[in-house]
């Protein structure tokens, strides 16, 4: 092979693992489909000036939808390439003022500031999420999640947007 197909494979590889190692820590990489984002954000019933927090936040899709909404957006990313493909994308679309990403650990998060939260994980984040959700988020502050749910809370609403597949509002002040 030549010296260019070796760093083509290598780059390839690299892609793929970084896409499916968070795979133990929090989930791996699989997108929101768009409209089942949309749902998920209309749900919360979001306010201009508020700031969301997606959780794991791929290829920010979820950062922008709000952003374009008039809230701040931040997103947890373990995935580097994903942090370089957020900060361009809204520098094009002239929403860097709106969006942050951070490349800390997402069980790190403070969400002591904010009121909404999209998560997209697996049930054991989640289980582990639940504590965390508890402790740091302020009254009124809306949690949405899709397909898995969080432990111990009754969902608001839950909306079927796929066959067996579920997205569920949570508010911190039903928590039971
Ligand atoms: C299922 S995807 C959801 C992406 C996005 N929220 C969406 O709805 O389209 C989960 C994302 O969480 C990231 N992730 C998993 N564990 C993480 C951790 N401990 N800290 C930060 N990001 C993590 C993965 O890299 C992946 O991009």
């Known amino acids: 092979m030549?010296?260019?197909?070796?760093?083509?494979?290598?780059?390839?590889?690299?892609i793929a693992l970084s896409l499916l190692l968070p795979g133990w820590l929090g989930g791996v990489w699989s997108?929101?489909?768009k409209?089942?984002?949309?749902?998920?954000?209309?749900?919360?019933q979001p306010h201009a000036g508020e700031h969301l927090v997606d959780l794991g936040c791929g290829d920010g899709r979820l950062l922008i939808l709000a952003a374009r909404q008039g809230l701040q957006a931040t997103g947890y990313e373990i995935n580097p390439f994903w942090r370089l493909w957020i900060f361009a994308k809204a520098?094009?679309?002239g929403l860097q003022g709106s969006i942050k990403v951070k490349g800390t650990d997402l069980f790190q998060a403070s969400l002591e500031d904010?009121?909404?939260?999209?998560?997209?994980?697996s049930q054991a984040a989640l289980n582990r999420l639940e504590p965390i959700f508890a402790k740091q988020l302020p009254p009124g502050a809306r949690i949405v999640t899709y397909e898995k749910v969080l432990p111990g809370w009754t969902a608001l609403k839950a909306v079927e947007v796929r066959?067996?597949?579920?997205?569920y509002l949570y508010g911190k002040e039903q928590q039971s």
């Open 114 to 121: 904010t009121q909404i939260v999209t998560v997209f994980l």
């Open 35 to 44: 409209d089942v984002a949309r749902i998920m954000l209309d749900l919360a």
């Open 2 to 14: 030549s010296p260019l197909a070796w760093a083509l494979t290598g780059l390839a590889g690299a």
């Open 163 to 167: 066959p067996g597949k579920w997205v």
């Open 31 to 33: 997108p929101t489909p």
């Open 91 to 93: 520098a094009l679309l």
